[in-house]
């Protein structure tokens, strides 16, 4: 894996967790909102089947699952901003976390900075190689 590919994982775990946090929350719906049909009908059986306390279950379930996902997420994400913080410069600090932690184009990023984009583009990639010895070192 490339010094960017490792940082550009930061978003794709960002997007994850957010998915998996709206997943979490339409299971919450979906559980609020079961209900269990009473009837005055009364059927016999040696043991009534509990579609309710499945359907509960198998939502726990799955939520259970998402916040393994989420904790899995935030692990890699806490891994980058360590190795970010690991990087000697504090410009090159900059333009990482302005570019693969809050996902700014290299003209914003260039703005806040106030430097050419093309400047904050070099200093990326010196930034990357950089990454790049503290990964392998990992």
Avoid: F
Avoid at 8 to 37: F, M, P, V, W
Wanted: hydrophobic share 35%; proline share 3%; with cysteine.
């Amino acid at each position: 894996m490339t010094a960017e590919e490792y940082m550009k994982q930061y978003r794709r775990c960002r997007l994850q967790i957010k998915r998996y946090q709206d997943e979490i929350q339409e299971l919450e719906d979906l559980a609020g909102h079961i209900t269990s049909n009473w009837s005055s009908d009364k059927v016999q059986s040696s043991h009534p089947p509990d579609k309710l306390g499945a359907i509960v279950a198998r939502i726990s379930d799955l939520k259970d699952e998402q916040l393994g996902k989420i904790a899995e997420a935030s692990e890699v994400i806490g891994d980058i901003l360590q190795v970010i913080d690991k990087v000697s410069d504090p410009t090159y600090q900059t333009v990482l976390s302005k570019r693969y932690v809050a996902c700014l184009t290299w003209e914003a990023i260039g703005a806040h900075m106030d430097y050419d984009p093309r400047w904050v583009w070099e200093l990326n990639l010196r930034a990357l190689k950089e990454v790049e010895v503290i990964i392998h070192e990992k």
